[in-house]
């Protein structure tokens, strides 16, 4: 355990979203990373930027299992194809890892700020987006795209950098597969638990981990995601799309605040 003050503790655990906060909009829709990685920077700012990496994956993974549990038991899940786009996203993100202190995380922010406000401009001038999912049968084409896009592709970006894959993997779940925003949600959980095994492996093959302190924080995340995965299975469709609007618009600020701050 790093040297770290109890109440700095107690801030990464629950005040600050370390732990609590971004389980639960991680278990919502995607992003919890937006509050973990800065808590986490914050509380050990002495630590190796990969240490910080490996420590979030290690607390992300426990509260993304849970919440995943939850979704599987309530929500229309077809968790074959979860599993088939989970192994995929495992690989992606595997070498994502391998590959994170090698490639200039600069270059790709401002690609990614693109890729959010087209994202944030579907989803509110198109209202039923994610709303009502499609009664055909889905393709087998349909199928492979969404293996390669949300399974090889944003694997990889969750190994390389992260925040905000869940919400990249409900958008992209959404779109290619038609599935409504809360059964998008719950296939995205899935997902996430493989890119969060993948990438923690990989560090924790290098060491990067700082496991006591990612077990403290992983209780409080797994009791965020699942109360998470519980509202948003109870409000719906439309409760998430405000959810994924805001987390959408702080990644926005972030990436540009880390870009041009």
Known sequence: MPDISTTMIIVLCVG??????AGWIDAVVGGGG?????ALLLGVPNAHPATVLGTNKAVAIVGTAGAAVTYARKAPVNVKLAVRIGLAALAGSMGGAALAGGISKDALRPLIMVVLVIVAGVVIFK???GTAPSTAPVSRQRVLLAIGLAGLGIGFYDGLIGPGTGTFLVLALT???????VT???TAKIVNCCTNAGALAMFAYQGMVLWQLAALMAVFNLAGGMIGAGMALKKGSGFVRGVLLTVVGALVLKLGFEQWG
């Not at 600050?16 to 906060?21: E, I, L």
């Not at 937006?34 to 800065?38: C, D, F, Q, T």
């Open 184 to 186: 998008a949600s719950a």
């Open 175 to 181: 779109a290619v597969l038609h599935l409504d925003l």
């Open 127 to 129: 209202p039923g987006f």
């Open 16 to 21: 600050g979203g370390g732990g609590g906060a």
């Open 34 to 38: 937006l509050l973990l990685l800065p």
